[in-house]
């Protein structure tokens, strides 16, 4: 099992502060000052990675007003043309060794989806410390292949993906040389809905597959990778723009700065919540361990008077006898006088 893989300076599982990757995507709108801006955002709003998409249109699908490139089914982008879409959404490539050095000087790691063996060849001029292979592509062999042999870490979403698509493509990433691979549960619906992301599977991923394991979110806000981490997710991947007021083909379904810094905080409180299996008394409750309950004689008892339940009683604080030995006590005597408040101790009980 590999509990943990290395990410520039990231160990990412195995116990490791949540690796928190902001998707750029096409939130940048084509304007090159715009990605520039989201990537500080990404920095002042915690987190430890950017990710890019490389890609043109012409690599991603051709030009055809045919009805299968037509997108339909519900989405966001129904009714337009795949290659016009993505003509839109790409990230220029000469932009990317910029926008890499950007983020390598803010101390942030840079690294991208590739979708074609170009764009392979082109993030490894780059020197990109990962690559992530998109849900759509898990099926796409040669690509994983191409991804594997550079002996990067490889991070793969499995949105759609069954189980033997999962098998199969760990199964060619590792025999093609990848030694550190995390898988990430993805719902490929943009945005997808709560009912939808089945964050359970996240641990089942792990027992089957003995490798980290994330999330790559497209839900609208940020319940579900705060779940996710409660159910042991080590990476979340979100998208992040300036505002979704700027629009763009990802802006209805990714974060504002502010939103993006409170799902940080929040997953980073979820993590330290976990914390490990544990019974007794955690630092901080010592000094609640004296507002427990224990018996107190709560009426004025003479010396040889019998105890009751009506002048002992099991209250708060608790520096009398244990509540356990109620029972033991009434009926019996009082070995001398005891005011009233008065903890009950062995020596105030006569024996005979």
């Not at 359970?200 to 990778?225: C, K, Q, Y």
């Amino acid at each position: 099992m590999t509990e943990s893989i290395q990410i520039g300076k990231h160990n990412v599982g195995g116990g490791a502060p949540v690796y928190v990757v902001a998707e750029l995507s096409a939130n940048h709108n084509q304007d090159f000052e715009q990605a520039v801006r989201i990537i500080h955002a990404a920095k002042q709003a915690g987190a430890d990675a950017v990710k890019l998409q490389t890609y043109t249109a012409d690599t991603m699908t051709i030009a055809s007003d045919r009805e299968y490139f037509r997108i339909g089914g519900g989405t966001l982008w129904d009714g337009r043309n795949l290659h016009d879409l993505y003509g839109e959404a790409y990230t220029p490539w000469e932009w990317q060794p910029r926008l890499k050095q950007v983020a390598n000087e803010l101390g942030l790691d840079l690294f991208s989806s590739p979708f074609d063996s170009t764009a392979v060849d082109f993030l490894e001029k780059m020197e990109v410390p990962a690559h992530k292979l998109a849900s759509f592509e898990l099926v796409d062999i040669p690509l994983i292949q191409k991804m594997a042999r550079t002996g990067k870490p490889l991070i793969i979403s499995t949105g759609m993906a069954t189980v033997e698509e999962i098998e199969e493509a760990l199964q060619v990433a590792r025999q093609a040389g990848a030694t550190q691979i995390a898988l990430l549960k993805c719902t490929s619906a943009y945005p997808a809905s709560p009912d939808e992301m089945n964050l359970r599977t996240i641990p089942e991923l792990a027992r089957r597959f003995g490798v980290p394991v994330g999330l790559s979110d497209h839900t609208m806000g940020i319940a579900a990778p705060v779940a996710a981490v409660a159910l042991g997710a080590c990476v979340i991947e979100k998208h992040l723009t300036l505002s979704r007021s700027l629009g763009g083909p990802d802006g209805a379904f990714s974060l504002e700065p502010d939103e993006f810094r409170a799902m940080v905080d929040a997953v980073r409180t979820a993590q330290r919540a976990l914390g490990e299996v544990h019974f007794g008394v955690a630092a901080h409750e010592a000094s609640s361990r004296v507002f427990r309950r224990s018996l107190f004689v709560v009426a004025d008892v003479y010396k040889g008077q019998v105890f009751t339940a009506q002048n002992v009683r099991s209250i708060r604080p608790a520096h009398g006898l244990h509540p356990r030995h109620l029972p033991e006590i009434i009926g019996k005597h009082a070995a001398r006088d005891v005011e009233r408040g008065t903890p009950l101790s062995w020596d105030l009980v006569d024996d005979r």
